[in-house]
């Protein structure tokens, strides 16, 4: 049975905190060495507590195809509370990492209903199309600020 069918109240959303996005093998952001970064968690955290987060979570569950046993193993693991959301000056978007299952789950025991490879599989795709939708309800109905980035006067015109 799918979520849509039977749908479970939203997880509460992540506590950001302060990580370098460029330690994650998932995300690189370009940003000047030595220059603090200001990835405006604090703004994004206030945005995911007023409702983005919920907003986000009902739309994936109109799209999701995690069946609720795979859900409940991803909230028994607290999966959804190690997301992290940053802006991405640089690109003008707001970044995200999903958390997942990690590749050795079955020598560490990780969870008791974890069976096959396909189960994590779903849960890790799923996780990160999640983040995909958090990351873009924030930035189209959330975020009214402009990239300050200035790309080098210097960069060839490819018009």
């Given at each position: 049975m799918t979520l849509a069918a039977d749908p479970p109240e939203p997880p509460a959303p992540p506590e950001l905190?302060?990580?370098?996005?460029?330690?994650?093998?998932?995300?690189?952001?370009?940003?000047d060495d030595g220059v603090d970064?200001?990835?405006?968690?604090e703004e994004?955290?206030?945005?995911?507590?007023?409702?983005?987060w919920e907003e986000a979570f009902d739309?994936?569950?109109?799209?999701?195809?995690?069946?609720?046993?795979?859900?409940?193993i991803a909230r028994d693991l607290d999966l959804?509370?190690?997301?992290d959301f940053f802006?991405?000056?640089?690109?003008?978007?707001?970044?995200?990492?999903a958390p997942g299952i990690p590749e050795d789950w079955q020598t560490r025991e990780y969870h008791p209903e974890l069976d096959t490879w396909g189960t994590?599989?779903?849960?890790?795709?799923?996780?990160?199309?999640f983040g995909q939708i958090v990351s873009e309800?924030?930035?189209?109905?959330?975020?009214?600020?402009?990239?300050e980035y200035e790309p080098p006067e210097d960069l060839p015109d490819f018009d």
């Open positions: 905190e302060f990580v370098d996005p460029n330690e994650y093998e998932d995300a690189t952001i370009s940003a970064v200001d990835y405006r968690r994004l955290q206030n945005f995911l507590e007023s409702g983005a739309m994936w569950l109109a799209e999701t195809d995690l069946e609720r046993r795979e859900y409940d959804f509370a190690e997301y802006w991405d000056d640089f690109a003008d978007r707001v970044g995200y990492h994590v599989s779903a849960i890790n795709a799923e996780l990160t199309e309800v924030l930035k189209d109905d959330y975020i009214d600020w402009e990239a």
